[in-house]
């Protein structure tokens, strides 16, 4: 089997590159609107004179109170969402509004965008697919003087809304582009995606720092307790003109972690390249192994049922507890004693027991899985709050400074998902399902761990049958 790590961008790059591929469309230019050249189409549809082009650009000379321009028609590019990338100078500044339409605009089918004053603004409007002929309306502000469109242009969507997110030891700091001036910022749990912002928590935002970023909070006293954002999405969301909330781009999460964790071991160096996946472990010693791969079976770890001798775990304001005499199964600590770099396979075994296996595995696990081994159980509350709980859990155990459980170096989240059918069942589902269900897990993984260590890395496991059609 092949192993391939998670990155410092906090999720595993070659899943994003596949499951993102059919959510996110690259970035490919479509007809420029306004530019220094003439463009025919342009309208002085009201309260402005008649229109010129400067060496700057589309000269607007404003005469009213409300003074709007229309486009030429967008053509065919506007049967797919895409981005207006708009520049305007402007005199008096204030708040521009930008329209799409067919026979009438509506505030509806609006978006507002803050204009500076005597300077150049330059913003990025997310639009949604607006049909084949529609146009576009710009009302600049002001009642008097002139705005100057210097360029119109439209592009698809690929780095609309929240762009980047960045989680400090009290901060999480979040990069917006693409959006007018009234959207909010959603948080979402770790099993929800953008299609779930109507029902996300808006989230409190101050003004933008210099750099046109937003930072909130990292921890949040809310329901049963304190709330760590380490884990959670977040979506530009925009009210609609009926009051309902539209997600523009896609659910980001933490990509990269900035003194989140709370143990901070030295490293462990092994002596030699000598590897083994252990089950044998004296002999593993007595052999001079010094690169150690156990694995760990996660559903026989969890205890739903809180036995009295259970070990318990806090996380996210509530108590979880797992079995005693499994975890103090795991031989991490004879083994790193004697020197070995200890990596823990992380598996979800069919348990039988309906409790457990509800929380452990997938809830499209088929019993006819050849192996008995599911996926990881994210995409429900509950099976995604024991499995990150689980993963935080095992970070702190195995990354004491004390070694007083051993040490573990790497966490390899499933086995050999690319043959998910046999190791990582979830039923019949198509790839990107999959796709997009193991990068939900593997992402929540990291964060549970950035949390705790980060003396801890988080793999992937792929087979290595790669010409296998």
Known sequence: MRYLPSTDLGFPILLVLCCLASRVRAVAELPDLANRASRPGWKPTHDVGPLEVGVRGLLVPITGPDPFVTSP?????????????????????????????KDQATERDSVH???????????????????????????PPGTNGTATLGELKLSRPGGSGVVRVIVTSERVVLTVVGVGIEFEIVELQPEQDES??????????????????????????RGAGRQDRIDRGFCVGVRGYGGETRAVGVARHAEKFEG?????????????????QVQMVEDAIALGVRHAALNVNVSGLVDPRASADSLSWTNQGRVFHFRKSAVEAIPAKRLSDAGADVTLILLAYESGDPLVDAISLHPGYSRQAPNHLGAFNTSTREGAAWFEAAMGFLANRFSRDDGAFGRASRFIIGNEVTAHWYWANEGEVPEGVFIADYERTVRLAHAAVAAETDSVKVFLSLDHHWNLT
Do not use: C, H
Not at 113 to 119: E, G, L, P, W, Y
Not at 206 to 211: E, F, G, I, M, Y
Not at 267 to 276: A, H, M
């Open 73 to 101: 028609e967008v053509g065919e590019s506007g049967n797919n969402e895409s981005v207006a990338s708009l520049r305007l100078w402007s005199e008096p500044g204030g708040i521009g509004q930008l329209f799409w339409f």
């Open 260 to 276: 989140t964790a709370r143990l901070y071991p030295a490293p462990v160096v092994p002596k030699s390249r000598k590897g083994l």
């Open 196 to 221: 779930d912002v109507a029902t996300g928590e808006a989230v409190a935002l101050a003004a933008p720092k210099a750099d046109g970023t937003f930072e909130v909070s990292r921890f949040v006293d």
């Open 113 to 139: 965008f803050r204009v500076r004053s005597n300077a150049w603004t330059e913003a990025r409007l997310a639009l949604p697919a607006m049909g084949s002929g529609a146009r576009l309306r710009l009302d």
